[in-house]
């Protein structure tokens, strides 16, 4: 299964879904009166006061499903040179695909967070798992790179977590209410920012599979 990493259409189907990650929730936003990018959660397209929550919250299982085949490909293709990396990347990846994907597909939220139900408790932990084991794929993709002496694409990953970590502070501390007054309160806009770094290690890899 490994050796599926190598596929042109493995890496076409990653780079779809990477994309539309970001370009699916700048077209529904359109037909949702009332939602604002910038200070709202990506998450709140798929709530029920959302016009678009059927296709987003399908679109959350799609990535769920995908994600997590990626994982299971990757783990299978490095367990043999380095088992520990391989193991941490099926997890990383693996968790992001099952908490931030398909549980909060199914689960959904409510646009006011006031409002709290057992679905919406469900999507808030299973989402928060994810993007917490998510911000770590890029530094596990850096000390395999390192180890695999592939310098650029190691320093690409290091910095690509340095500033996912910075971005999903920003993106935690916008939902506090003391922060409503300053740069932070675009919680949005950090939570987009964080999750665009952490992809950065599977867009890399997508590209540079099609360009060689």
Sequence with gaps: MGNIIN?????????????GEFFLPWILCRYYDGYNSKTMAMS???SLQSPVRVIY???????GCFLAFA?????????KDFPILSVLLLFSLGTFAVGAGLVSGIFHVNENKDIVSAASKVHGISAAIGFMALLFFPLINGILAFKQNNVIFGIICVISFILALIFFVCFIMGDKEQFQNTMLKYEGLWERLSLLCM???LTYK???NLLS
């Design 71 to 79: 994982a299971i490909a990757y783990f299978f293709a490095t367990k």
């Design 199 to 201: 992809y950065i290690p």
């Design 7 to 19: 596929s042109k259409l493995f890496h076409s189907i990653l780079l779809f879904t990477v994309i």
């Design 206 to 208: 997508a590209v540079h």
């Design 44 to 46: 709140a397209l798929g």
């Design 57 to 63: 919250n399908a679109w959350l299982i799609w990535l």
